[in-house]
């Protein structure tokens, strides 16, 4: 039996559910493990630390509810994060976010695999459906 490496994993944050499972289709077809996608900012920051994860990708506002306090309990545990909003820009959210990467929404697949490569240190591949 062949061994396989671990998938990396990447953690979701998306209220919109067709967002969420578009860009969760987008990840597992680059070879990467969605976890999630979370809708609330409670539920992610339940899950976060008992997850082992490569990276994040957060929406900024969830239903009026901004993600902030998961955005910061992803950087103190060490995980990478993206930012995908379409608030993102705004001079208050921008200075707030620190420099953290931003994509805007509607995302482009190929902006995101590259922030990907250069955030998370990984590579996007395509994977084959069997």
Known sequence: MPFHA????ILVLEDDMLLAM???DHL???GYEVCG?????GQALEAIPQLSLAGAIADLNL???LSFPVIDCL???GVPVIVCSGYAELPQVKARLDGLPLIAKPWS???LDDLIAQTFHHQPMRVRRR
Do not use: L
Not at 6 to 9: A, H, K, T
Not at 37 to 41: E, T
């Open 6 to 9: 671990p998938r990396p994993r």
């Open 22 to 24: 578009d860009m969760e």
């Open 28 to 30: 597992v077809s680059r």
């Open 37 to 41: 996608p979370y809708g609330r900012v």
């Open 63 to 65: 239903a009026g509810e």
């Open 75 to 77: 950087r103190q545990h």
């Open 109 to 111: 697949p190929e902006r």
